[in-house]
């Protein structure tokens, strides 16, 4: 087990702003945002103040870029150990992921090297699958080739253009959130308060600097920058030719998002769903909705054809949703006119039928595709709602995951511990007020057409603007997806960052809060917005300076002597082509470090390598000596590994520990005191991973130990007779 120890040494079309509201903005240098050169304002004052502001962005990049790997390296005094060391250190999946940048260096030439990717028959035994088309690791593709071709080989080890170039992501990262801060309130303040934030809230925000290579952390930098696309685009009085500009943004950083994360199309599902949401709030103008829906296609249908036709991405709920939602809207032409109550009776009519087709088509879809690779996850959200039976192994695996858990109330202290959710639970109170205000002020009939024409636009900018609007329903969508899968957090509480900081610097809430108050002046207004997020700042640089140097000055070292022992085992011990079974986590280890072929590993989108790996963990359950030997000859194993930390696990409760699981999808009565649900019956057989140390005769006859030590059994799996080698049933 890896432990760390202390170390021994927008609207084109828009009417301009009146004259009034121009001069209001051009008298504050805090209102120049980083778009309004492109308007025409070339004001040494302009020039200098969004200079200085794009300055900043890049520094507090730099500066959280820097912060990071100094954590990295201080945790695992990265630079001085092994280098079999530094590749254990990649846990779990970012083990796999980091194999195939591994694998691409080591091949002769790049060619050959994509195709041992595209044919590739070490990850999953007795198989050849395409792990371009299943697995998100064009990244390590691209880091890969991009080492090759640059004359850094000499001065820079491939692990750390790796690294370096995860943690200059999180600079992007920073970078994003910095500038849609900006864009919202007007001010480059807000986007350095978003900034700090963001870095004193490091444990809420991201986990990069213990898990390098996961997949969220390439995709949520361009998750961010997709996001401040938008909320550049959504602005009014942009040209013909910025409007261009910006949609081919949001493609371009929607496609990098899909393309870095299995999981995309359930996090752009939550993107649609605000864009339909803005959409019957008539916030949006057709065209901008039109074009944010097809952004999303084009950028999913691009990596549809870079992963060789994944029928996961044309299976997707969000294609369904957005076909179901654009064929209504377009049909219902009369669907915003008539009275209120008329008008909200034609939304919920609406909703309900673009919910009908989206069911239909997703349904049709994903039989005509044969598509079952992503059911584990909607098992998972049915088992979650309490909907289905909770018995099933891969909704279990995700159950009893803290990371998949509810939110711990212990973030929002954290959270309130960096004056971060104070103005952020204000702002968003304030801007759901006005957002509720200003979408039941549009169900309200209009006046006559050309009325409407004239003064329509601006009156509902004016109303609420579309760029607020859509960060407003994106923290409040993910808000509640990552209060209920704790994992999903990290997507929210970045992009919290931001909008905290717009409520802090922002015009219109301080002229609310000022006209309450009934001391609205242009003066005080100024000072508010300039003194509250310096004296904000004052104070998290007193409360956290002095724990920042302390954290950064505490060195640790990587230490997990039975792992490199194993591993060094494996790869002096064991032929090239052995074949090994045992946990997804473990073997994401052995493919890396060693080389060897594996049964199951941690990418689990695909059904066939779910049933594979609950067979393969019958080495925890109750089962006969003959049944298990059975299940890993059939799939080809030449080695399994048991793991003690799993075989008497106690890190989880009763019912949640593995050989619980396996216990229950087997029938078998669980370990320990405690109730059982009457339907469960004893086993016949004592648990596979203990009686096997026994070294009786029933279980030498089929296997023998080849190593062992405080952590890890090795035992080789014996060759039968073709009479007797038939593989099991999967339960008794």
């Given at each position: 087990?890896?432990?760390?120890?202390?170390?021994?040494?927008?609207?084109?079309?828009?009417?301009?702003?009146?004259?009034?509201?121009?001069?209001?903005?051009?008298?504050?240098?805090?209102?120049?945002?980083p778009?309004?050169?492109?308007?025409?304002?070339?004001?040494?004052?302009?020039?200098?103040?969004?200079?200085?502001?794009?300055?900043?962005?890049?520094g507090?990049?730099?500066?959280?870029c820097?912060?990071?790997?100094?954590?990295?390296?201080?945790?695992?005094?990265?630079?001085?150990?092994?280098?079999?060391?530094?590749?254990?250190?990649?846990?779990?999946?970012?083990?796999?992921?980091?194999?195939?940048?591994?694998?691409?260096?080591?091949?002769?030439?790049i060619?050959?090297?994509?195709?041992?990717?595209?044919?590739?028959?070490?990850?999953?035994?007795?198989?050849t699958?395409?792990?371009?088309?299943?697995?998100?690791?064009?990244?390590?593709?691209?880091?890969?080739?991009?080492?090759?071709?640059?004359?850094m080989?000499?001065?820079?080890e491939p692990?750390?253009?790796?690294?370096?170039t995860?943690?200059?992501?999180?600079?992007?990262?920073?970078?994003?959130?910095?500038?849609?801060?900006?864009?919202?309130?007007g001010?480059?303040?807000?986007?350095?308060?978003?900034?700090?934030?963001?870095?004193?809230?490091?444990?809420?925000t991201?986990?990069?600097?213990f898990t390098?290579?996961?997949?969220?952390?390439?995709?949520?930098?361009?998750?961010?920058?997709q996001?401040?696309a938008?909320?550049?685009y959504?602005?009014?009085?942009?040209?013909?030719?910025?409007?261009?500009?910006?949609?081919?943004?949001?493609?371009?950083?929607?496609?990098?998002?899909?393309?870095?994360?299995?999981f995309?199309?359930?996090?752009?599902?939550?993107?649609?769903?605000?864009?339909?949401?803005?959409?019957?709030?008539?916030?949006?103008?057709?065209?901008?909705?039109?074009?944010?829906?097809?952004?999303?296609?084009?950028?999913?249908?691009?990596?549809?054809?870079?992963?060789?036709?994944?029928?996961?991405?044309?299976?997707?709920?969000?294609?369904?949703?957005i076909?179901?939602?654009?064929?209504?809207r377009?049909?219902?032409?009369?669907?915003?006119?008539?009275?209120?109550?008329?008008r909200?009776?034609?939304?919920?009519?609406?909703s309900?039928?673009?919910?009908?087709?989206?069911?239909?088509?997703?349904?049709?879809?994903?039989?005509?595709?044969?598509?079952?690779?992503?059911?584990?996850?909607?098992?998972?959200?049915?088992s979650?709602?309490?909907?289905?039976?909770?018995?099933?192994?891969?909704?279990?695996?995700?159950?009893?995951?803290?990371?998949?858990?509810?939110?711990?109330?212990?973030?929002?202290?954290?959270?309130?511990?960096?004056?971060l959710?104070?103005?952020?639970v204000?702002t968003?109170?304030?801007?759901?007020?006005?957002?509720?205000?200003?979408?039941?002020?549009?169900?309200?009939?209009?006046?006559?057409?050309?009325?409407?024409?004239?003064?329509?636009?601006?009156?509902?900018?004016?109303?609420?603007?579309?760029?607020?609007?859509?960060?407003l329903?994106?923290?409040?969508?993910?808000?509640?997806?990552?209060?209920?899968?704790m994992?999903?957090?990290?997507?929210?509480?970045?992009?919290?960052?931001?909008?905290?900081?717009y409520?802090?610097?922002?015009?219109?809430?301080?002229?609310?809060?000022?006209?309450?108050?009934?001391?609205n002046?242009?003066?005080l207004?100024?000072?508010?917005?300039?003194?509250?997020?310096?004296l904000?700042?004052?104070?998290?640089?007193?409360?956290?300076?002095?724990?920042?140097?302390?954290?950064?000055?505490?060195?640790?070292e990587?230490?997990?002597?039975?792992?490199v022992e194993?591993?060094?085992?494996?790869?002096?011990k064991?032929?090239?082509r052995?074949?090994?079974?045992?946990?997804?986590?473990?073997?994401?280890?052995i493919?890396?470090?060693?080389?060897?072929?594996?049964?199951?590993?941690?990418?689990?989108?695909?059904?066939?390598?779910?049933?594979?790996?609950?067979?393969v963990?019958?080495?925890?359950?109750?089962?006969?000596?003959e049944e298990?030997?059975?299940?890993?000859?059939?799939i080809?194993?030449?080695?399994?590994?048991?793991?003690?930390s799993?075989?008497?696990?106690?890190?989880?409760?009763?019912?949640?520990?593995?050989?619980?699981?396996l216990?229950?999808?087997?029938g078998?009565?669980?370990?320990?005191?405690?109730?059982?649900d009457p339907?469960?019956?004893?086993?016949?057989?004592?648990?596979?991973?203990?009686?096997?140390?026994m070294e009786?005769?029933?279980?030498?006859t089929?296997?023998t130990?080849?190593?062992?030590?405080?952590?890890?059994h090795?035992?080789?799996?014996?060759?039968?007779?073709?009479?007797?080698?038939?593989e099991?049933?999967?339960t008794?």
């Open positions: 087990m890896t432990v760390v120890r202390q170390r021994k040494g927008s609207k084109g079309k828009e009417p301009p702003p009146s004259a009034e509201v121009q001069s209001q903005q051009s008298d504050c240098c805090s209102d120049h945002r778009d309004q050169i492109l308007h025409g304002d070339w004001s040494w004052g302009a020039i200098v103040w969004t200079s200085v502001g794009w300055s900043v962005s890049v507090l990049g730099l500066l959280c820097i912060y990071m790997a100094t954590l990295h390296e201080n945790d695992l005094w990265f630079s001085n150990i092994k280098e079999m060391e530094r590749e254990i250190s990649f846990r779990t999946e970012c083990g796999l992921y980091y194999s195939y940048y591994k694998q691409m260096l080591q091949a002769p030439s060619q050959e090297g994509l195709s041992n990717l595209i044919h590739d028959n070490l990850t999953e035994s007795k198989r699958i395409n792990l371009l088309q299943r697995m998100n690791i064009y990244q390590e593709v691209f880091l890969s080739v991009l080492y090759r071709l640059l004359p080989q000499s001065y820079l692990v750390y253009f790796y690294i370096y995860v943690f200059s992501l999180q600079a992007v990262y920073v970078i994003a959130l910095y500038l849609t801060a900006w864009l919202l309130s001010s480059w303040l807000a986007g350095t308060l978003s900034g700090v934030w963001y870095l004193l809230n490091r444990v809420d991201t986990r990069v600097e390098v290579s996961l997949r969220e952390n390439w995709s949520l930098p361009f998750l961010a920058l996001v401040t938008i909320t550049c959504l602005r009014p009085q942009l040209s013909a030719l910025q409007q261009k500009v910006l949609v081919w943004l949001m493609y371009v950083t929607t496609f990098c998002f899909c393309l870095t994360w299995q995309n199309q359930f996090i752009l599902l939550v993107q649609a769903l605000i864009i339909y949401t803005l959409d019957c709030g008539d916030l949006l103008t057709s065209t901008q909705v039109t074009t944010m829906y097809l952004v999303q296609v084009c950028g999913l249908l691009s990596v549809w054809l870079l992963q060789f036709c994944n029928s996961m991405i044309l299976g997707s709920l969000v294609l369904s949703f076909v179901a939602a654009l064929f209504f377009h049909c219902q032409s009369g669907l915003k006119t008539g009275s209120p109550l008329v909200l009776a034609k939304l919920l009519l609406h309900a039928m673009v919910l009908l087709l989206t069911v239909t088509i997703n349904y049709l879809a994903k039989k005509a595709l044969q598509l079952r690779s992503d059911e584990h996850i909607f098992k998972f959200i049915k979650k709602l309490a909907l289905g039976p909770t018995r099933d192994f891969d909704a279990s695996l995700y159950l009893c995951e803290e990371a998949f858990g509810l939110l711990p109330l212990d973030t929002l202290e954290r959270l309130g511990g960096t004056l959710l104070y103005p952020y204000l968003l109170l304030l801007l759901s007020g006005m957002l509720a205000a200003a979408a039941v002020h549009n169900l309200r009939p209009k006046g006559c057409a050309a009325e409407e024409r004239k003064g329509g636009g601006e009156g509902r900018a004016q109303a609420f603007r579309p760029d607020v609007a859509y960060n329903l994106h923290t409040l969508f993910y808000g509640f997806l990552a209060f209920s899968t994992r999903m957090k990290y997507i929210w509480t970045g992009h919290m960052c931001a909008v905290a900081a409520g802090v610097c922002g015009k219109e809430l301080w002229t609310l809060l000022l006209n309450i108050l009934r001391c002046s242009k003066v207004l100024r000072f508010v917005r300039y003194a509250v997020p310096l904000v700042m004052g104070c998290l640089y007193y409360k956290f300076w002095p724990k920042l140097m302390e954290e950064l000055s505490e060195l640790r990587f230490f997990d002597p039975d792992t194993l591993m060094t085992w494996i790869s002096t064991t032929p090239k052995a074949v090994f079974a045992g946990s997804m986590q473990l073997l994401a280890g493919k890396l470090c060693t080389g060897r072929v594996l049964t199951n590993h941690p990418h689990y989108e695909d059904k066939d390598l779910r049933e594979r790996t609950k067979q963990y019958q080495v925890y359950a109750r089962r006969s000596p298990v030997h059975g299940i890993l000859r059939a080809g194993a030449d080695y399994v590994v048991l793991e003690n799993i075989c008497y696990e106690k890190r989880h409760s009763r019912g949640c520990r593995l050989r619980d699981l216990d229950l999808a087997n078998h009565i669980m370990d320990g005191p405690g109730e059982n339907d469960l019956l004893p086993a016949s057989y004592p648990r596979f991973c203990e009686a096997i140390k009786t005769e029933a279980y030498g089929l296997f130990r080849t190593f062992q030590n405080k952590t890890f090795v035992y080789r799996v014996k060759k039968k007779s073709k009479k007797s080698s038939k099991p049933s999967g008794r």
